[in-house]
C-alpha cells in the first residue's frame, strides 16, 4: 500500500524527475523539479492556487515515483524522454498550445543558427523535438550558445558579402561573427 504523507516526508533535496500515477499504476502526468520535495509536495498543499486542471490531476493521483538525477539539465532531457515515452493525459491536457516546440538547427545556412520553432518544414534544417514545455527548450538553447559560440541572430549571412560591425554577442564571447566575416563557412560534417 502507498503511504502519500510518508513519501511526501521523504522525499529528496535534489534535482530529478517525479511520475505520477492513478489508481490503474497509469502515468498521468512527468514533471521535473530543481529540488524534488519542494515541487512534489505543492500538489498537495491546500494553500496553493492551482487552476482547475491541476486540481482535477491532484484528485487522480493515487502513488507516485520519482527519480533522482544529478542536475537540473538532466532532469529536463529525462523528463523530455519519458513524457515522449508514456505521453501521460494531464501533461497534455496542462498544455494550452495545439503545436510543441521544437529545437531548430539551420544547416541550410552559411552559417547555422540554433532557435526555437513550432513548425517543421522540409527546409534542410535539423529538428529535435517535440518538448512538452516552452521554457525547456529556451533552457535548451541557452546551454548550447553558453557551450557552443554559434550565432543567434536573423541576419541573411552569406559568406563573402560585405562585412558588418559585429553585434554585442560577439562582443561578450557568445559569437563568433560571421556577420563581420571573422569566421569562414563550416561543412555540415563539421557541426
Known sequence: MFDLEYQLKNLPD??????????LGEIIYVGKAKILKNR??????????????VKAMVKNIEEF??????????????????????RPKYNILLKDDKHYPFIKVTL?????????????????????GPYVDGSSVKDIIELIKKTFPIR????????????????????????????????????IEKL
Open 14 to 23: 535534489k534535482p530529478g524527475v517525479y511520475l505520477m500515477k492513478n489508481n
Open 40 to 53: 512534489v509536495r505543492q500538489y498537495f498543499q491546500k494553500s496553493q492556487k492551482h487552476s482547475e486542471k
Open 65 to 86: 515515483e520519482y527519480i533522482i538525477t544529478d542536475s537540473e539539465i538532466e532532469a529536463l532531457i529525462l523528463e523530455c524522454n519519458l513524457i515522449k515515452k508514456y
Open 108 to 128: 541550410a545556412e552559411d552559417f547555422p543558427r540554433v532557435i526555437s520553432t513550432r513548425k517543421v518544414t522540409k527546409d534542410g534544417s535539423k529538428y529535435f
Open 152 to 187: 543567434t541572430c536573423k541576419k541573411n549571412i552569406v559568406e563573402g558579402a560585405k562585412a558588418i560591425r559585429p553585434c554585442l554577442n560577439y562582443q561578450i564571447g557568445l559569437c563568433k561573427a560571421p556577420c563581420a566575416q571573422y569566421i569562414k563557412k563550416v561543412s
